[in-house]
């Protein structure tokens, strides 16, 4: 059983001070050792942004790929390796706006992977344009009289596409988070857990003030059900989606238990047998 210690490495993030992210790395880390896991089990695979960093963060396995392709990736490598535990991670504009796309048959596929996305509602990266999940009226750079378009709530989607864990977290609870986490990497199937991770030095408006002010969070709510979808829907659309916690889980067969003998043989291994020729080539 590895420690948190274990799941750090000696590079230094170039994350600005405060940033939210540094909370969702250390959450992720915890998680990792409080599930009794060790650093060769887990593959951490990013996309493109401030948050796509993470990969290099963590001591597990990691890849670092390209603008909104987090999930493709992840994907891929579950299914090729079925005995990794696989958490992709990345912004709102990697993953709600070039990559929503593969969010939505990812969360529809169903396989069994993490997702956890920092959400600040800006392009840090690029130094603060306006993203996928900014407010209607936000001002930057690039909307200077105000956000015309309205955000994408990722909860909001997620539950339309059927989603069977969706849970969401703050930065500054960094032991929800953590709980968040393991409960997202426990659940058999495509599990997101949303981050609000404000960028301190681009976004001054969705401050981590603004948040404790406007978040609701469900875990003070004893008669809070999250095996109930359409209660679930109705709480993301009341609180406007700030709301945190556990929000909806709902078990059923992930996309490897659906797929014939794949339990019995990792597919790698299979298509090797069948095949010989065509891996003699490649080696
Ligand atoms: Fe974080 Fe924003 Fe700095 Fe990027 S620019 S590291 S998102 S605070
Ligand atoms: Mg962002």
Redesign the pocket.
């Known amino acids: 059983m590895a420690t948190v210690k274990e799941f750090r490495n000696n590079v230094r993030p170039?994350?600005?001070p405060?940033?939210?992210?540094f909370s969702v790395q250390a959450a992720i880390q915890r998680a990792l050792a409080n599930l009794g896991m060790e650093p060769e089990q887990v593959a951490v695979v990013s996309g493109i942004?401030?948050?796509g960093r993470i990969s290099g963060y963590i001591n597990t396995y990691g890849f670092h790929g390209v603008h909104g392709r987090a999930l493709p990736l992840a994907q891929g490598l579950k299914l090729a390796n079925r005995d990794l535990t696989v958490i992709a991670a990345g912004?709102d504009g990697d993953g709600f706006g070039i990559g929503l796309g593969h969010f939505i048959h990812a969360v529809r596929r169903n396989l069994d992977i993490t997702y956890v996305t920092m959400d600040?509602q800006?392009y840090?990266?690029t130094?603060?344009q306006t993203s996928p999940t900014s407010g209607h009226g936000f001002k930057t750079k690039t909307t200077p009289s105000g956000n015309i378009e309205h955000a994408v709530q990722p909860i909001e989607l997620a539950l339309g596409a059927g989603i069977g864990f969706a849970a969401q977290g703050f930065s500054s609870d960094i032991n929800q988070l953590t709980r968040l986490v393991e409960l997202a990497i426990q659940h058999k199937g495509f599990a997101l857990v949303n981050v609000f991770?404000?960028?301190?030095?681009?976004?001054k408006t969705n401050t981590y003030d603004w948040f404790k002010q406007h978040i609701v969070n469900l875990e003070n709510d004893p008669a809070y059900d999250p095996t109930d979808r359409s209660r679930a829907m109705q709480k993301v659309l009341e609180t406007g989606g700030l709301c945190t916690g556990l929000i909806y889980r709902q078990e059923r067969p992930s996309y490897e238990e659906l797929i014939p003998g794949f339990q019995a043989e990792p597919v790698a291994r299979h298509n090797l047998q069948m095949d010989p020729g065509v891996f003699g080539e490649l080696v």
């Open positions: 170039n994350w600005c405060g940033c939210g992210d942004g401030c948050s912004g600040n800006i840090g990266l130094k603060g991770s404000p960028c301190v030095t681009f976004n």
